[in-house]
């Protein structure tokens, strides 16, 4: 494929490698992983396999803590609909606002059926502040559901922390950790975190697998009633070759860590360096001290996402936005308006996300293409003049709200 | 990624007439900066004419906000500001090619530049008629204050007279839940109960005549009368959007309508047609085929 792909944070390629481990797993090795034959028995030792290279990645203490499911929204529907089943006594949640939409729309839902949600504020840099989780943290609280990774900034959340937190005060952890799965290292036995989702997709496997790490006593119940596929925690025949090739996208995530860590991180500090020197009146939002090494979300004032994401993809250049207008809705995205970041620059917050396949000449071929783009439209901004914006451009330009 | 056409993508990738006009002497801004869009129009209109000579654009805001701009000050380069005014968002959509649902905004935004930029020239105050609400029916372009208002105005009970009135919720039906939401609202603010089972008040009356008649007792004649009073009865939500319908022949199940107005050409219009003709089954009982009368056998016709 033609085109410079830096949108690996709504989904990746998937590795020809792991592509050519699932094959037989469509054909010769179709058979059931719960029959009693040969046809089912070679697949369910397949899946055994795939466990293992996940409990592995993770950290998980034992492989049966890994739940199959479709997908990184299942598995956040799964772990916080079953903390809430699990323990009807209880009738409290706590989040943050700036949560994926599988998350927060979900907490929205269950605000209106009765559920009282606590949304953890962020600073300008998307940060937590934990004493304010510690004054809400009670003995009402069902669970605590906080991503790892914000999936807009790459800031990351110290969910080690806060789950040590929840679990002094006896209340359960889930983190939704689908962007922080493989680029990050993990050990989830030495931690207090009862409850993690994961996406393939996000890490070079197909669409459609997901995974819920289930730590071992946590009281459970299950989303998906029916057979006793995945020890009845979900039921449904397992997606046997998506399985196989989320096993073989952990194991090479497992060796690409430290490339993802030095090399990854290097083309991503690299664009954003320049493009912050080429680019006036644009800055990095999130947290860049403490974020994903793939990530950086670069607002680019006084002018709209959408409007740069078409003229980037005209250059072969894919990337994504937070304005309005890329969802349809006629809010920019959730996560710059809590950070308080202008509407003038929110609209314009552009995301790049790197994966292992970019390479550094893709990155300077992406520096010499912006400033351009950016100048562009900025010609035809009402906030803008020559070089620059207007003196104190939204009292200069106030349009009547229409 | 959208829909866009390829009459959008030119006017977005090479914009027409962008930046401020020398010497303008109307300006219009508009738009909502939350909403991502926001537009100053500037024209230069012959004093003694009044015929706008020169128009130009400055937009923040996405594709579609750029390519509608531009559309706009081609539109109306050359009009006299009478003619202008007349402008409709359709015709800046018709102008482009047509646009997705979430988009139709844009061009209303367009006309409101416009009539900002008029008022300005002719020294009135220009003040913008309605709110936008959050999008709840993409078939059809209905936000959420526009559904609660007609809700209120009309004291509208179900999800089906939601569509009647405001088209939301007559396509693909996925917002219903959404629709369902405002309903239950009102209701509240009423300090009354939300019944999603209730049943629609009846548009057409029930006689025990009709009622024992049923679609296939009916007479011709009775049967033509009724799709007229049906037809009828939708004119007013059409009339609304500035369009019309009327009925032009029956013949066996086809019903041959004429679509007037901004419904004529109107990308909506074969989604109209399916509300129409969803409406005449429901009512008839029976299955008929609406059709515009540009396709009715040209013999029949009498043409």
Known sequence: MEGIYLDNNATTMVDPVIVEEMLPYFTDQFGNPSSMHAFGNKVGFAIKKARKQIQELLGAEHDSEIIFTSCGTESDSTAILSALKAQPERNEIITTVVEHPAVLTLCEHLEKEGYKVHYLKVDAKGRLDLSEYQQVLSERVAVVSVMWANNETGTIFPVREMAEMANRAGVMFHTDAVQAVGKIPMDLKSTKIDMLSISGHKLHAPKGIGVLYLRRGVRFRPLLRGGHQERGRRAGTENTASIVGLGKATELAMEHMEFENTTVAAMRDRLQEGILDAVPYSFVTGDPDNRLPNTCNIAFEYIEGEAILMLLNKQGIAASSGSACTSGSLEPSHVMRAMDIPYTAAHGSVRFSFSRYNTMAEVEKVIEVVPPIMAQLRKLSPYWDGDRPLDEPEKAFAPTYA | ?303
């Open chain 2, 1 to 303: 990624m959208w829909d866009y056409s390829e009459t959008v993508k030119e006017h977005f990738y090479n914009p027409r007439n962008a930046g401020a006009v020398e010497e303008a002497n109307a300006t219009g801004d508009v738009g909502s900066l939350s909403c991502g869009d926001a537009l100053r129009l500037t024209l230069k209109v012959n004093p003694e004419t009044e015929v706008i000579e020169d128009a130009g654009f400055q937009t923040f805001g996405c594709g579609s906000a750029i390519a509608s701009s531009s559309a706009l000050t081609e539109i109306v380069k050359g009009m006299t500001l009478d003619d202008a005014l007349t402008v409709s968002n359709q015709d800046i959509a018709d102008y482009l090619e047509g646009l997705p649902p979430e988009k139709m905004h844009c061009s209303v935004m367009g006309r409101e530049a416009l009539q900002a930029a008029v008022a300005d020239y002719r020294g009135e105050e220009w003040s913008d008629d309605h709110e936008e609400g959050a999008l709840i029916c993409k078939c059809f372009a209905v936000d959420a204050v526009l559904i609660e208002e007609t809700v209120r105005a009309n004291n509208l009970k179900t999800v089906e007279e939601v569509a009647n009135y405001t088209k939301a919720g007559g396509g693909c039906a996925s917002c219903h839940e959404g629709i369902e939401e405002i309903l239950a609202m009102v209701f509240e603010e009423k300090g009354e109960t939300f019944d999603p089972t209730a049943d629609v008040i009846p548009a057409v009356e029930s006689t025990p005549e009709t009622l024992v008649a049923g679609a296939t007792g009916m007479t011709n004649l009775q049967r033509i009368r009724k799709i007229e009073k049906v037809i009828e009865s939708l004119r007013p939500q059409l009339q609304l959007d500035g369009g019309d319908v009327e009925l032009v022949d029956v013949m066996g199940d086809t019903i041959y309508v004429n679509m007037t107005g901004a419904c004529n050409g109107c990308q909506m219009a074969a989604m109209t047609l399916g509300g129409i003709q969803q409406r005449l089954i429901e009512e008839l009982g029976s299955f008929v085929k609406v059709l515009p009368s540009t396709e009715m056998p040209k013999t029949a016709a009498g043409v």
